[in-house]
């Protein structure tokens, strides 16, 4: 079955650390994408990427690094710099056609204290 | 500024009967709208894509429709069942603006209860 596979879906850490998620794809799509989900509000777009190799911030990219080194496998990186960590955070991927859906993994909950 | 409202924030409604969910969008031009289902602790899966000139498009129970003189559109549920309880989330498109300028709503949260 082809979809998104994002790990671990829980992930615990202390403040001042750095944590990376994961984020792999067998669907053969050229973009991949990371969107952070906080309560009461819209998804927002951290990073993106529309080919292997290359990659550009989105609206909340401040603390976050990413990168693209196969076209699978999109692993995020939250850094001590992100203020605000704790999140829900979703992967997804698409073809490059217009009106083609997003495709999300089950996303990885994370927590900082 | 580009905004996608949804209303109501949740709602609850009896296994069986129907319910419509409201967005209103001010998103101007835009090249299509989406709405996605979510259930708790999963990622959304995407339920229809209307481009601007589609008034209704369906999928099995779920009908959604656009009205883009009102900028409104609404997501529909028939008969509804447990499964049904989740999360809907409506998403525009900005014309020529690519995925990486989706807007999303902040969701509507549907109980559904036997």
């Known amino acids: 079955d082809g979809g998104i596979t994002q790990s671990p879906k829980y992930l615990f850490r202390k403040e001042g650390q750095n944590v990376t998620l994961s984020c792999e794809q067998n669907l053969n799509h050229d973009a991949m994408y990371w969107y952070r989900q906080d309560p009461g509000q819209g998804l927002r777009l951290i990073y993106y990427?529309?080919?292997?190799?290359?990659?550009q911030k989105g609206d909340i990219a401040e603390g976050y690094s990413v990168s693209r080194e196969k076209k699978e496998s999109f692993p995020l990186t939250v850094t001590s710099a992100q203020k605000n960590p704790t999140a829900f955070y979703l992967c997804?991927?698409?073809?490059?056609?217009?009106?083609?859906?997003?495709?999300f993994g089950n996303g990885t909950r994370l927590t900082v204290t | 500024k580009n905004q996608v409202e949804q209303s109501p924030q949740s709602l609850i409604i009896l296994e069986g009967k129907n319910c419509t969910l409201q967005c209103n969008y001010t998103v101007s031009p835009f090249s299509n709208l989406r709405w996605y289902k979510q259930d708790t602790g999963r990622g959304p899966v995407s339920l229809t894509i209307m481009t601007f000139s589609e008034n209704t498009k369906s999928n099995g129970r779920y009908t959604a429709t656009l009205d883009a003189d009102t900028k409104q559109s609404s997501l529909h549920i028939t008969a509804s069942q447990l499964s049904d309880s989740a999360s809907y989330i409506c998403v525009v498109s900005p014309f020529s603006g690519g995925y990486n300028k989706l807007i999303f709503g902040a969701g509507t949260r549907l109980a559904v209860h036997p």
């Open positions: 997804a991927s698409s073809i490059d056609r217009e009106g083609s859906p997003l495709h």
């Open positions: 990427s529309q080919i292997v190799n290359d990659f």
